[in-house]
T-cell receptor, first 113, second 116 residues
Framework: GDSVTQMEGPVTLSEEAFLTINCTYTATGYPSLFWYVQYPGEGLQLLLK?????DKGSNKGFEATYRKETTSFHLEKGSVQVSDSAVYFCALFVSGSARQLTFGSGTQLTVLP | DAGVIQSPRHEVTEMGQEVTLRCKPI?????LFWYRQTMMRGLELLIY????????DSGMPEDRFSAKMPNASFSTLKIQPSEPRDSAVYFCASSRSGGSSYNEQFFGPGTRLTVL
């Protein structure tokens, strides 16, 4: 079946540090890939997406590149801010999947001033 | 736009009581999802509706859980009887359509349920 594996957290960084959160996937078809973010006390919201191999999704300084050869979609940001503290979820969608999105377990990020 | 609305935001109840969680999806969205989030199990899809019809309820834990969508603007998730292990944050999400294409899911703020 389809699955998403994320690096385990929590991750704690100082402000302006470089961020990488690893995400790998297995899928029965050709998936679209997503990163969702959950700020404290809120629901999840879409951060960025990529729908085909070598696509790069980007938003709010975050980037992730769809790597089919390594089945990965790692999230990166060059300089994190305290306001980036949140839980980040990698997810995939395979066309025709009745269960819609398959989420990873989430990675808690804390950015210290 | 108001976004997905969930009520109540917090619910504390005693074991054995009935709990009803409510969701109003974004107007014009025809797919609705109920999720449960816990530290131990992460984010789990419980049930998914398309055009008010349940499409996939394989994530519903057991017969104590039931979900309905009587119309396009309202859904409920009911737990009867509730147990302490049901304590979690329950999210409702909606999107424009289901089927074979992906459309962004918009999440509500969640209901934090505590069963004592």
């Amino acid at each position: 079946g389809d699955s998403v594996t994320q690096m385990e957290g929590p991750v704690t960084l100082s402000e302006e540090a470089f961020l990488t959160i690893n995400c790998t996937y297995t899928a029965t078809g050709y998936p679209s890939l997503f990163w969702y973010v959950q700020y404290p006390g809120e629901g999840l919201q879409l951060l960025l997406k990529a729908t085909k191999a070598d696509d790069k999704g980007s938003n709010k300084g975050f980037e992730a590149t769809y790597r089919k050869e390594t089945t990965s979609f790692h999230l990166e940001k060059g300089s994190v801010q305290v306001s980036d503290s949140a839980v980040y979820f990698c997810a995939l969608f395979v066309s025709g999947s009745a269960r819609q999105l398959t989420f990873g377990s989430g990675t808690q990020l804390t950015v210290l001033p | 736009d108001a976004g997905v609305i969930q009520s109540p935001r917090h619910e504390v109840t005693e074991m054995g009581q009935e709990v009803t969680l409510r969701c109003k999806p974004i107007s014009g969205h025809n797919s609705l999802f109920w999720y449960r989030q816990t530290m131990m199990r992460g984010l789990e899809l419980l049930i998914y509706f398309n055009n008010n019809v349940p499409i996939d309820d394989s994530g519903m834990p057991e017969d104590r859980f039931s979900a309905k969508m009587p119309n396009a603007s309202f859904s409920t998730l009911k737990i009867q009887p509730s147990e302490p292990r049901d304590s979690a944050v329950y999210f409702c999400a909606s999107s424009r359509s289901g089927g074979s294409s992906y459309n962004e899911q918009f999440f509500g703020p969640g209901t934090r349920l505590t069963v004592l």
